[in-house]
């Protein structure tokens, strides 16, 4: 069973619109660790954030935000006023704390940004 | 600060060929490694991780091996390529044993196999 979902395949969007993107994760462990990673064109992913399961409160990063709820088992990421640069594949991952050094990828967004 | 080289960035070979692709890492001691594969627009699908020297876990049975030499050195390998190997292949690593780290990446190698 996928783990991690991103129901989202791809996305477009005009430029400073806001965007959200959705994770929903399964896990039977009480201590895991949530992920979102952005990987431009170019290739390399870059790590975003990270957010523990103790941990609900909302994080809020300039036009970036995330919305950590575990009733729903979702971790979405929202983009605020999208630029071109937001272009990208954008990764939900989770990690527990029984499995320990193995990361669960989602299949990814594909996010454009259009001018 | 830390950071993770990974090469060549893109390499073509015939089927059946051997391959090597090299990861260091430097700036850290006792770094998690993996080798991610990426095939066909975006999955990432988790090949090998090492949690020290000479120890490997292979998380997928195929055509390819990783070894861990150094510490922080990890190598992945194939003695005879296929065509299914096409893809690209990240490395990464991580620090700790905690599964709250994150992983930090390579930029990654492009590999077609004709």
């Known amino acids: 069973a996928q783990k991690v979902t991103q129901a989202q395949t791809e996305i477009s969007v005009v430029e400073k619109e806001d965007v959200t993107l959705d994770c929903v994760y399964e896990?039977?462990?009480?201590?895991?660790?949530l992920f979102w990673y952005k990987q431009p064109p170019s290739g390399e992913l870059v790590f975003l954030i990270r957010?523990?399961?103790?941990?609900?409160q909302n994080e809020i990063s300039g036009r970036y935000s995330w919305n950590f709820q575990k009733s729903t088992s979702s971790f979405n990421f929202t983009i605020t006023a999208s630029q071109v640069v937001d272009s990208a594949v954008y990764f939900c991952?989770?990690?527990?704390?029984?499995?320990?050094?193995?990361?669960?990828f989602g299949t990814g967004t594909s996010l454009t940004v259009i001018p | 600060s830390q950071t993770i080289h990974q090469w060549p960035a893109t390499l073509v070979q015939p089927v059946g060929s051997p391959l090597s692709l090299e990861c260091t890492v430097e700036?850290?001691?006792?770094?998690?490694l993996y080798w991610y594969r990426q095939a066909a627009g975006r999955g990432l699908q988790l090949l090998f991780y090492?949690?020290?020297?000479?120890?490997i876990s292979s998380e997928v049975p195929q055509n390819l091996s990783a070894s861990r030499p150094q510490d922080r050195q990890f190598i992945l390998s194939s003695k005879k390529l296929l065509l299914s190997d096409s893809g690209f292949y990240l490395c990464?690593?991580?620090?700790?044993?905690?599964?709250?780290?994150?992983?930090?990446f390579g930029d990654g190698t492009r590999l077609s196999i004709l």
């Open positions: 990464a690593w991580s620090g700790g044993q905690s599964s709250n780290q994150p992983q930090h």
């Open positions: 957010r523990n399961s103790f941990d609900e």
């Open positions: 896990t039977r462990d009480t201590t895991y660790y």
């Open positions: 700036g850290t001691s006792n770094p998690n």
């Open positions: 090492s949690v020290g020297i000479g120890q």
């Open positions: 991952a989770l990690s527990e704390a029984f499995t320990g050094n193995q990361f669960y």
